[in-house]
């Protein structure tokens, strides 16, 4: 991975996600970080062209002054981009059009974005990109990454598990992968359908020497958080249903996930 996105507004949980970005990248040759904001349309609809330069004017100096207090080190390259139009369109796109390999998003207490709903707008963009996006929590600051958990539901792995994507996420970190999956069915001995699927993940993994975990609750959501909390993962990565209804619970779990256990939330979509 060398090219990371950052999406910027000005608010303090996005900048602290540059910062997070940076450092996590630091050690990375030819790493580039590309500050981005989209500034409304709707808003700036009536100016006359001469207005409208000197609004990205003015948000290309706001992005400058980011950029001036991030200390990059001499392997990371920052540049900034702003754009008129509508966030998750032009995010959307730019993503795709210039290889991206991860956006890395700031959230706080409200909403991923200061001024963008949690629940219509931001993580719609999961659905719409198969770019890995990393969430951080507010005011996270970045330590090496030691353990990562990978959250599975264990069905129909083989066609429901984006591996090409995930491996490149463990090909960056580099670090120790933990496999869960939380079910109210497992008891002593688990079932022989997930023995199979189990099979199915570690063929597909090998390489990285999975440990497997398989936890009875009936919250799996709680089941993640107390897993993640007691076994000190570092970070957690997720794969969301496209669903509707699944869609509608991730954007919900993935922000309860990123601010109770205050780690950084990888959402790897299909």
């Known amino acids: 991975m060398k090219k990371f996105l950052v999406p910027v507004d000005f608010s303090l949980p996005s900048e602290s996600?540059?910062?997070y970005a940076i450092e996590m990248t630091k050690d990375i040759p030819g790493t580039e970080i590309i500050l981005y904001h989209v500034y409304k349309n709707d808003i700036f609809s009536l100016l006359k062209?001469?207005?409208e330069g000197s609004r990205k004017r003015a948000t290309d100096a706001d992005l400058k002054i980011v950029k001036d207090f991030l200390k990059n080190s001499p392997h990371q390259k920052i540049t900034t981009v702003s754009e008129e139009g509508s966030f998750i369109d032009n995010l959307s796109t730019y993503v795709l059009s210039n290889d991206i390999d991860m956006v890395i998003m700031g959230i706080n207490k409200s909403s991923i974005m200061s001024n963008v709903n949690i629940g219509s707008d931001t993580l719609n963009i999961i659905s719409n990109m198969?770019?890995?996006i990393m969430i951080i929590p507010p005011g996270l600051k970045f330590k090496k990454i030691n353990n990562i958990l990978f959250a599975s539901d264990f069905k129909d792995v083989a066609r429901k598990t984006p591996f090409g994507s995930l491996k490149k996420v463990l090909d960056f970190f580099n670090s120790k992968l933990n496999?869960?999956?939380v079910d109210s069915e497992h008891y002593i001995e688990l079932s022989e359908a997930y023995k199979i699927e189990r099979g199915e993940m570690e063929s597909k993994l090998k390489s990285y020497n999975p440990e497997?975990?398989?936890l009875r609750s009936y919250d799996f959501l709680e089941g993640i958080i107390t897993f993640s909390e007691t076994k000190e993962m570092d970070v957690i990565i997720t794969v969301p249903k496209k669903q509707g209804f699944f869609n509608q619970l991730?954007?919900?779990y993935t922000r309860k996930l990123a601010l109770e256990t205050n780690k950084p939330v990888v959402a790897i979509s299909m």
């Open 17 to 19: 996600a540059a910062e």
């Open 49 to 51: 062209d001469s207005e």
């Open 130 to 132: 198969s770019t890995p």
């Open 179 to 181: 496999i869960l999956n």
């Open 212 to 214: 497997f975990f398989f």
């Open 250 to 252: 991730f954007k919900i």
